[in-house]
């Protein structure tokens, strides 16, 4: 069966995208959120957004934004 029929919802909700990469897309906008806004540990977000480790949200990250947490992290203390 489709996903969205089983679920009950509609395929609209992903935007057409499967809905693991959609999630994963919520997941890493969190991420980045708390990454510019709090002081947490890299870690800490990682696990806080659902990633298994700091290696995993950093992969995804990289993908995702061409850019590591850490790397984000430095470039908005120096433009601070």
């Known amino acids: 069966t489709d996903m969205t029929t089983a679920s009950g919802t509609s395929p609209h909700w992903t935007d057409g995208r499967p809905p693991a990469t959609w999630l994963r897309e919520r997941r890493l906008e969190h991420a ?3 990454l510019v806004r709090t002081s947490e540990t890299i870690a800490e977000i990682a ?7 700091q290696s995993h949200l950093t992969r995804w990250f990289r993908r995702h934004y061409g ?14």
């Open 32 to 34: 980045h959120g708390l």
């Open 47 to 53: 696990i806080a957004t659902g990633f298994s480790d």
């Open 67 to 80: 850019v590591t947490p850490a790397a984000l992290r430095r470039q908005r203390t120096r433009s601070s």
